[in-house]
């Protein structure tokens, strides 16, 4: 078993070809959010991933193997809903809606432009239709936003540049119940 315990989020630093040319591991979400687990790469390798307590770790990140190996993660597709709003009778406002009363139950939620990704769940779906959402149940990758409280770096956002989070806002608990 090969040990990897570091992680370069998104690749950042590294040629692409270097990349392009890595090993390749498929990992789930419930697998993603484990900072200890074992996992086979495309090559057959098996690997004994130790990182850092509280790493996420997300589709297009790269991990570096003790031997200077790189293996790139990819989200592998799994069971989800997907939740659009209802182009006849609702707008898209009902998706914030939606994204809303799903962060009060602190369910991981993948937040798009046009629809919102949750781990199957009959009772959320069925107040979700009830909410005139369509919700249908699909085989994706599944990369919910990090939170206010997630370490490491920030949920989905593949879009090459920095998100600055010195803005001087709190996240505090604001009376949350727990």
Known sequence: MIQ?????PRGQGLAPVLIQRAATVELDWDVRQKSRFAATDSTGRALGIFLPRGTLVRGGDVLVAEDGSLVRVRAAPQPVLVITHCPQHGTPFDLTRAAYHLGNRHVPIELQRDHLKIEPDHVLADMLRAMHLIVTAQDLPFEPEGGAYAAGHGGGHDHGH?????????????GHSH
């Open 4 to 8: 990897v315990s570091k992680l370069i």
């Open 162 to 174: 920095s998100h600055g989070h010195g803005h001087g806002h709190a996240h505090g608990d604001h």
